[in-house]
């Protein structure tokens, strides 16, 4: 049985009919937010407890993002507003997508953790057991002014990982949702305490 992501029907809509947030993309979009990959709980032997894209509490995500926007906080340690409704009519305000780099992995085998070198670890050399976002199906004719990816990779033990990544910006190049790669951003990932400086940066 495959790997599948917790959200795949939230991305399959991105790709198919353009929508995010039960709300269609703007032509003109702000941000888009690349992460990596989230099992759904037939993937992966750790409880993944995420109500919606890093809606796992250890992940601060909806802390860094929104502060470094607006200056205020969507964590639901922070605010009792902290809940995928708002944060999905935050998206649709900012005019923010969200999406992961891979959406299954053909393999009989189950992830331990979420961990990035847990999934590099079921891709295949050649990247063959994999299906990806598809940026040309999903975002032609619509630009985005960044692309912040939720991961700053150092780490030389994901270079399947990297090499979707690359390919995933190459397309981003292609279909002209950006014009260079200076709108890539990559930030640390938002599980780190001390990961805000980076998001702010990014978005400054």
């Known amino acids: ?3 599948i992501h ?10 198919q009919q353009r929508q995010f ?17 989230n099992p759904s709980d037939e993937s992966c032997e750790k409880q993944n407890y ?9 992940s601060k995500f909806w802390r860094y993002l929104p502060q470094a926007l607006t200056g205020l906080s ?35 085998d ?17 990247l063959s057991n994999i299906e990806y976002f598809d940026i040309k199906k999903a975002f032609s004719g619509i630009t985005f002014n960044k692309v912040l990816y939720s991961l700053k990779w150092t780490d030389d ?4 990982l990297m090499e979707v990544r690359n390919f995933i910006n190459q397309s ?19 599980s780190r305490n001390d990961a805000y400086q980076s998001w702010y940066d990014a978005l400054k």
């Open 157 to 160: 033990k994901i270079k399947r």
């Open 1 to 3: 049985m495959p790997l």
């Open 74 to 108: 969507l964590h639901p340690s922070d605010s009792h507003v902290g809940n995928p409704q708002t944060w999905r009519q935050f998206c649709v305000n900012n005019k923010i997508v969200i999406i992961d780099l891979i959406k299954s992995v053909n393999t009989n």
């Open 50 to 58: 995420s109500q919606w894209f890093y809606g796992r509490a250890q």
């Open 6 to 15: 917790r959200y795949i029907t939230e991305l399959e809509t991105i790709e």
């Open 110 to 126: 189950t992830l331990t953790n979420f961990g990035d070198r847990e999934v590099e670890s079921k891709i295949n050399y050649d």
């Open 21 to 37: 947030c039960g709300t269609s993309i703007n032509h003109k979009s702000n941000i888009l937010v690349i992460g990596t990959f």
């Open 172 to 190: 981003l190049l292609e279909c002209r949702c950006i014009e260079t790669e200076k709108q890539l951003k990559y930030c640390l990932t938002p």
